[in-house]
């Protein structure tokens, strides 16, 4: 039976496409949902190409029943946050007890929590003495990053590290491993 899955993104939407890339083809996969707290967001454009249902979400709308039953109209099975940067509320993290996961672009539990996502991970882990950094999957709980761990890939950081390059290293990592983590949990 083919799963319908949700994509909660914020922002440019590369995670997104390349998911839905991913599983374009795939018989047991659907993307049937993305959902977005921005109207402008490069990820709803890509969603709009790509005839993916858009939903557009405040967060007080994220709290509201008529959220969920969006949710269950549209048959969702499994929920991937792909940077989405609003804390999802304590109903439907219970509605989806182990069924919804986020992508964090270090090894958590380092770097994590409020604010921290994206550039702001990358200029922190640049600003430490690590050697090493990477990404982590995880299921989401009721507090910013702290939910169990599913995978993590760790990555060198070199001696002249800078911004972008790191940025590069990360996001080469998150295209490969965040699809396959997601058709193995399902």
């Given amino acids: 039976m083919k799963k319908n899955i949700a994509i909660f993104s914020s922002g440019k939407g590369g995670n997104f496409e390349n998911i839905c890339n991913y599983f374009q083809n795939d018989n047991s996969v659907f993307v ?4 977005t707290n921005k109207l ?9 190409k790509r005839n993916v249902r858009n939903v ?17 109209e549209n048959n969702i099975h499994f929920i991937v946050l792909a940077g989405f940067l609003l804390k999802l509320p304590s109903r439907l993290v219970s509605s989806y007890d182990k069924k919804i996961i986020n992508l964090h672009p270090s ?8 604010g921290m996502y994206g550039d702001n991970v990358h200029l922190k882990v640049l600003d ?15 507090e910013y990053d702290s939910g169990d761990i599913i995978f993590q890939k760790e990555i060198e950081l ?5 911004l972008e390059t790191l940025r590069e290293k990360i996001r080469e990592i998150e295209y490969y ?3 396959r983590i997601i058709k193995s949990l399902l």
């Fill in 32 to 35: 049937a949902l993305h959902v």
């Fill in 128 to 142: 430490s003495s690590e050697k090493k950094t990477g990404i982590t999957i995880h299921y989401v709980n009721e």
């Fill in 56 to 72: 557009y979400v405040t967060k007080r709308g994220l709290e509201k029943i008529s959220f969920c039953e969006i949710l269950q």
């Fill in 158 to 162: 070199s001696e002249d590290e800078k």
């Fill in 40 to 48: 402008n967001s490069i990820s709803k454009t890509i969603a709009d």
């Fill in 107 to 114: 090894l958590l539990p380092k770097f994590g929590g409020k």
């Fill in 177 to 179: 491993y965040f699809p």
